[in-house]
């Protein structure tokens, strides 16, 4: 009797409901991935930035475009997710936290410590 095949033949990204300790590990390798292809510009800047006054006045400049600021707050917010949830990979790979309920928790966690120091470093940038 041949078996019936119900595995999908495509996969839509659209319709995948990830659950949340996915979405942390793909945030994860975004971050990762955007930290690393950052370093080039942020070698440029600190570089720029050591070379005397007027140096560090123009890194100050290219800092303040609107543009950087984005950049910026996308660089702040990977790092701090990056180095949340990676913290919560290391604790997994002691195996901790591995059973599904913990898994979760331990996800909104990663969320939750970030979002509030991002309010810290906003804070502390803006106010
Ligand atoms: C802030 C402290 C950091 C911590 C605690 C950390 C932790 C980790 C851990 C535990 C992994 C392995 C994840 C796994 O098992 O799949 C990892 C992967 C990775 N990290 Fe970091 N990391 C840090 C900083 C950085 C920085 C600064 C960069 C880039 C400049 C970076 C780039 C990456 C990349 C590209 C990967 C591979 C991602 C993947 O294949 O999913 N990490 N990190």
């Known amino acids: 009797m041949a078996v019936h095949d119900t595995r999908p033949f495509y996969l839509n990204l659209l319709k995948i409901r990830l659950p949340v300790p996915g979405v942390v590990s793909i945030f994860h390798r975004v971050s990762g991935v955007l930290m690393f292809l950052a370093i080039p510009a942020t070698a440029y800047l600190l570089d720029l930035s050591l070379q005397g006054e007027q140096g560090f006045s123009r890194a100050s400049e290219i800092l303040a475009q609107p ?24 604790l997994i790979d002691f195996d901790i936290g591995l059973d599904k309920e913990q898994s979760c928790k331990t996800a909104w ?17 803006y106010l």
């Open 67 to 90: 543009f950087s600021q984005l950049v910026l707050i996308v660089l702040i917010w990977s790092l701090l997710h990056h180095l949340f949830a990676g913290i919560r990979f290391l």
């Open 109 to 125: 966690l990663v969320f939750a410590a970030e979002i509030i120091a991002m309010i810290i470093i906003a804070a502390g940038i």
